[in-house]
């Protein structure tokens, strides 16, 4: 079975919101602005991430984003991204934006849980993708969590687990610092009271 990672930039308080300033958001932009000089050591993490990787899975929002941004480009970590399979959850979309994409348009639980028992073997990373990672959070689907946590507090905006139904039980694995700023995190997710073993860790 394929594990489920959520890779994530998030605020200290945990916000995803508008992280590059482009939807109206009043704090928006908090990712360039606390970038400066850990630039190069959050890619090199991002791109160990992408060269694990076996799959991406994102919501419609996310692939029409990173898509105009990665389609064109060219490099190792690019030419990865898009060599990647993908998979874009939307009943709305036929044609996904980013290349090597194919649409999800069924029941989220049943479509996921088929990519990672019968689909992809290896990680499934889904990147930004908040209210897809919601749903995927309390529907028990979600093996891993990965945090790059931002040296910011913003007081508002939306939060990567902003309105979780219920508890979601967590087990660090391990933690350690992104250059001069940022800290990276990782989590294992831990089976709650109810949980289905068929679908994945927690309910």
């Not at 000089?37 to 919501?59: C, I, N, P």
């Not at 898509?67 to 480009?73: I, K, P, Q, S, Y």
């Not at 490099?75 to 036929?94: A, F, H, M």
Request: charged residues 25%; aromatic residues 8%; proline residues 4%.
């Amino acid at each position: 079975m394929a594990t489920l990672v959520i890779s994530e930039n998030v605020t200290l308080d945990g916000v995803v919101e508008d992280p590059t300033g482009e939807r109206g958001f009043a704090h928006g932009g908090w990712f360039e602005e606390y970038m400066a000089a850990d630039r190069g050591a959050w890619a090199g993490v991002e791109f160990a991430e992408a060269q694990a990787a076996s799959a991406l899975l994102l919501g419609r929002t996310s692939d029409a984003y990173f898509g105009e941004r990665w389609n064109d480009a060219s490099g190792e970590w690019p030419d990865r991204l898009n060599s990647l399979p993908k998979y874009v959850v939307s009943s709305t979309i036929t044609e996904p934006v980013w290349r090597n994409s194919t649409v999800l348009r069924g029941d989220v639980v049943e479509e996921v849980t088929r990519l990672k028992t019968q689909v992809v073997e290896g990680e499934i990373v889904v990147y930004a993708s908040r209210r897809l990672v919601q749903t995927l959070m309390e529907q028990g689907l979600v093996d891993e969590v990965r945090l790059v946590v931002f040296p910011v507090v913003l007081g508002s905006g939306e939060r990567l687990f902003g309105g979780a139904h219920g508890k979601m039980p967590l087990r660090l694995l391990a933690s350690r610092g992104v250059g001069q700023g940022f800290v990276h995190l990782t989590y294992e997710v831990l089976p709650a009271a109810g949980a289905d073993p068929a679908r994945g860790t927690a309910r």
